[in-house]
């Protein structure tokens, strides 16, 4: 009976999380990447009509098309088929889909070119990225408990929930909330494979997580590599046991990335081409000028406060977007909504309280949120120069998770004090 409370109230917990996730779709302030999103979804409908099309083609001359080729090469598919998908069980045609986001020219005329999408549109896909970021909430607050007991993973959740960035970035029709859930249901998979690393099932899971995550958006290739040292240090001590699964898990997330990415069909040694490819489209951007960090120092403070601090709203400082959207983002930062932004200094003392418990914990899965945490930190700081709040939402749930065993930790350290002091209390 206990047993049925708790799996009740657990329930109850999560929904009403993702109750307030969904109350602020309407509400979060528009960005211009998210028509750009819902234009990929063109590609949900090519996909049923002729595949083969969307596969790679390397002399491409330079057109509407071309342009196509490279958002495809460059970004993940889950958003846009979830997008896709959602529309076309609403009944939209493919023609209700508008033009892409054209940063280099103004907010009015891009509405006369059609890029800004209907209300209609808008609504449902960003529905589909909030559900997207609903099943991550839920996979982080499965592999939460057990990393830290039914109130330690509790308390993590509602940290994550309640942060601005996770819940802006959910709730727009972007990659993010694909890549939240990746990023849950690659954590729930790696704690169960750290407590049952001989049970093949969990090693599968594992494999088709990470297919899912890196198919959502590339960069969760490096929560990929964060989960792989631990476990590889594990796998040549156990080799004989565990080698071929962790073998298997690796040849499935290959199979999934490339049978959800046809443009890979063609040619996959294109593959290292998107580093390329990247770099060269963000040196194009005008608004990366904008947004580099002024030293050294600052982007190591900005590893913890951009994932803590208040939401950021549009990544252009040009065109006065303060005229088209200030109304908006008024509204949105005054609501209830918005979430609760935690002071960098204070997130930073209760995770470096966590990291410690972890460490004293001694157990391959606390080893794995640590390996997380330190590798997304390494390879941010190396290779992104920009302060874009969305590029470091790969640190909040590991950042959650620290937050709450410091939380945790020191909630013991107090209540071992008090009976101390009061044998009677």
Do not use: C
């Not at 909430?137 to 830290?148: H, I, N, V, Y």
């Not at 972007?174 to 001989?198: C, D, S």
């Amino acid at each position: 009976m206990l047993t049925n409370r708790r799996r009740l109230f657990d329930g109850l917990f999560i929904a009403v999380l993702i109750v307030y996730l969904l109350a602020g779709i309407r509400a979060a302030p528009f960005h211009g990447d998210e028509s750009t999103i819902i234009y990929m979804s063109h590609d949900w409908w090519t996909l049923w009509r002729d595949p083969l099309s969307l596969r790679y083609q390397p002399d491409i001359s330079p057109s509407p098309a071309a342009m196509d080729q490279d958002l495809r090469v460059l970004n993940g598919v889950l958003s846009k088929y979830a997008i896709g998908a959602l529309l076309s069980v609403a009944g939209f045609p493919e023609s209700a889909l508008n033009t892409p986001w054209n940063w280099e020219i103004d907010w009015w005329e891009n509405l006369y070119y059609g890029a800004l999408p209907s209300s209609p549109v808008l609504f449902i896909s960003r529905l589909s990225s909030v559900l997207f970021a609903a099943l991550g909430l839920a996979f982080f607050f499965a592999a939460s408990k057990k990393l830290l007991g039914r109130g330690g993973g509790h308390l993590a959740t509602l940290i994550l929930t309640l942060l601005p960035a996770f819940l802006l970035n959910s709730r727009r029709a972007m990659f993010e909330g694909a890549f939240l859930f990746g990023m849950g249901l690659m954590l729930w998979a790696t704690i169960y494979v750290a407590n049952h690393p001989r049970h093949l099932k969990g090693w599968l899971l594992l494999g088709l997580a990470t297919g899912l995550a890196i198919a959502s958006k590339h960069t969760a290739v490096f929560w990929a590599v964060a989960i792989a040292v631990p476990f590889s240090v594990v796998v040549i001590r156990q080799r004989r046991l565990i080698i071929k699964p962790a073998i298997l898990a690796v040849i499935l997330s290959l199979v999934v990335f490339f049978a959800l990415n046809p443009v890979w069909w063609g040619d996959p040694t294109k593959a290292p081409g998107v580093v390329r490819l990247r770099a060269r489209f963000l040196d194009q951007l005008p608004q990366v000028s904008m947004f580099n960090f002024a030293s050294p120092l600052e982007r190591a403070i900005g590893l913890v406060e951009l994932p803590l601090a208040p939401a950021q709203y549009a990544e252009d400082n040009q065109g006065d977007w303060a005229t088209w959207l200030g109304p908006e983002i008024a509204a949105y930062r005054l609501s209830p909504l918005h979430g609760v932004p935690i002071l960098w200094l204070i997130g930073v003392g209760l995770a470096l309280i966590g990291l410690f418990a972890f460490i004293h914990q001694r157990h391959l899965a606390s080893y794995l949120v640590i390996s997380l945490i330190v590798f997304n930190m390494l390879v941010l700081f190396v290779t992104n120069p920009l302060a874009w709040q969305r590029y470091y939402l790969p640190l909040a749930m590991p950042l959650a998770l620290l937050m709450a065993a410091g939380i945790v930790t020191l909630a013991r350290a107090l209540s071992r004090l008090i009976s101390r002091r009061s044998p009677h209390a």
